[in-house]
Every structure is written in C-alpha cells, then in structure tokens.
C-alpha cells in the first residue's frame, strides 16, 4: 500500500501552484493521517514543517519552490511515490530551548536550525556564557549570540562567520554576533551533550531577545539549551541529495 501523504506548501504563487498540481495526483490527508509529510517551498517551509510534524513522528520530504532549498529536493511531480520509496533517511535532533523573561514567567520551544539571542536597543547585549554549570565567559559584550545545530550550521550560523559542522560530527557551534569583547573570542565547538547556559547581565538597561528558530521571547533574563537527543525528526532526501555532502562541499566553496 501506498505511503498517505500530507502536503504543507508556502503561501507562495509557486508553491501553490506546486501545491495544485500534485494534487492532481495524489490524495492530500490530514496531517495525523500521514505516513509522510512533503514540504513544498523554500528552507522556511521546511522548518515549520518540522515544527508542524514534530510531535506526529512522521518523515518530512521536501520539494523545492523557494529562493534556496538547501534543506529540499528538486520539485518535480512525477514518480514522486518511487521518489519516496528510494529516498535516503537523515535524522535530526533540535534544540530546547528554555528562557526565563525579566518577569519572572518561563518560555519553552525547539529549534532545528539554531537558537539566536540579540540586543533589542542600541546598547550591546552583556551576556555571560556557562558551559556545563561552568562560567566561561563572565561577560561578552557583543549583539548577540547563536547556537547552532549542525543542520542549521550553513544558515545564520554560517553568516555569522561559524563554522561549518557535519552531520555526523556530534557537536554544536556557539557564535558569537559582532563581539566587542572580548575581541579575539571567535565561538567554540561543544558537544552534543553540552547544556549551555546565557544569562543577560544588567537587562532592564541592555534588553535581549532570544529567538528558537521563529519562535522569539522578549525581555528575557536567563536562557538553557540543550539538545533534545531522544526525540529527533527523520528528513528524507533523493540519493543524489546527499545532505552530508551537501553540507561538506558548502566547506569548499568561495
């Protein structure tokens, strides 16, 4: 029997058009009738598909509609069951994500591509970072800081001058955004496992946000984020998508 399918498409003209299209061909059920989801859109899409489809259990394939796709397949609508049924499985394992905000009240969400907190004025954010209950920096004056999957690596991370990270390498990039100081510290590589803590020195004068992916919480005075190692989300690629080599080559280009 055929896999059921749950299409989730951009509210762009292409990709609704997509949308349409496949659905000229294949039956669209609801998403807790799924065996399998199908992003149609750009890297976006693909994220808050993840997010739609976290707690389902279901694998996300996605098809390209959107400005970069690295996270996508080509769009094309034939032989998308054989597609399907060929395609190779990569695990992924978000973030959590916990804040505290100036108040007092407690904010949870996941993040797959990274955890980003920013100064909300002009005054740069002081923050200090804790590694394993362990101070590391007592105070980095910067405009933020990211903690990225390696998933999410070539995303902000990556313009945020971090560093690449495999699929397979088991650690995360902690980077900093503009840092003042100190000058010197460019971010470090932690272990999957690491728990981080940020807590915002002096944040009535020097507010930050912090952002999991599109979920963003205001004003906050403390942030955790660990990964979430016993719950991940299965993304699924044609074989010459290789997301491992994809994210390996991103390493050699200019």
């Given at each position: 029997?055929?896999?059921?399918?749950?299409?989730?498409?951009?509210e762009?003209?292409?990709?609704?058009?997509?949308?349409?299209?496949?659905q000229?061909?294949?039956?669209?059920?609801?998403?807790?009738?799924?065996?399998?989801?199908?992003?149609?859109?750009?890297?976006?899409?693909?994220?808050?598909?993840?997010?739609?489809?976290?707690?389902?259990?279901?694998?996300?394939?996605?098809?390209?509609?959107?400005?970069?796709?690295?996270?996508?397949?080509?769009?094309?609508?034939?032989?998308?069951?054989?597609?399907?049924?060929?395609?190779?499985?990569?695990?992924?394992?978000?973030?959590?994500?916990?804040?505290?905000?100036?108040?007092?009240?407690?904010?949870?969400?996941?993040?797959?591509?990274?955890v980003a907190?920013l100064?909300?004025?002009?005054?740069?954010?002081?923050?200090?970072i804790?590694?394993?209950?362990?101070?590391?920096?007592?105070?980095?004056?910067c405009?933020?800081?990211?903690?990225?999957?390696?998933?999410?690596?070539?995303?902000?991370?990556?313009?945020?001058?971090?560093?690449?990270?495999?699929?397979?390498?088991n650690?995360?990039?902690?980077?900093?955004?503009?840092?003042?100081?100190?000058?010197?510290?460019?971010?470090?590589?932690?272990?999957?496992?690491?728990?981080?803590?940020?807590?915002?020195?002096?944040?009535?004068?020097?507010?930050?946000?912090?952002t999991?992916?599109?979920?963003?919480?205001?004003?906050?005075?403390?942030?955790?984020?660990?990964?979430?190692?016993?719950?991940?989300?299965?993304?699924?690629?044609?074989?010459d998508?290789?997301?491992?080599e994809?994210?390996?080559?991103?390493?050699?280009?200019?």
């Amino acid at each position: 029997m055929p896999p059921k399918l749950t299409f989730i498409a951009a509210e762009t003209k292409e990709a609704q058009d997509a949308l349409h299209n496949l659905q000229k061909y294949y039956k669209n059920v609801a998403l807790d009738e799924a065996d399998i989801a199908v992003a149609i859109g750009g890297d976006g899409t693909m994220l808050e598909t993840l997010h739609q489809t976290y707690n389902h259990g279901i694998p996300v394939y996605g098809m390209n509609c959107g400005s970069v796709g690295f996270l996508m397949n080509p769009y094309r609508p034939e032989k998308l069951l054989e597609r399907l049924n060929d395609a190779h499985q990569v695990e992924i394992f978000p973030l959590q994500m916990k804040t505290i905000d100036e108040k007092g009240t407690e904010y949870d969400a996941i993040a797959f591509n990274e955890v980003a907190l920013l100064r909300q004025t002009r005054q740069a954010a002081k923050l200090k970072i804790s590694v394993d209950n362990i101070e590391r920096i007592p105070e980095l004056v910067c405009d933020g800081i990211l903690l990225a999957t390696p998933a999410g690596s070539t995303a902000y991370n990556l313009s945020a001058h971090g560093p690449i990270i495999p699929l397979s390498a088991n650690v995360l990039a902690l980077t900093p955004i503009s840092a003042f100081r100190p000058r010197r510290w460019k971010g470090a590589l932690l272990p999957s496992h690491s728990r981080v803590k940020i807590e915002i020195n002096n944040p009535e004068k020097r507010p930050v946000s912090a952002t999991a992916d599109s979920t963003e919480i205001r004003h906050v005075a403390s942030v955790e984020i660990k990964q979430a190692d016993s719950h991940g989300c299965t993304l699924l690629f044609d074989p010459d998508q290789n997301l491992e080599e994809r994210i390996l080559k991103e390493q050699f280009t200019s």
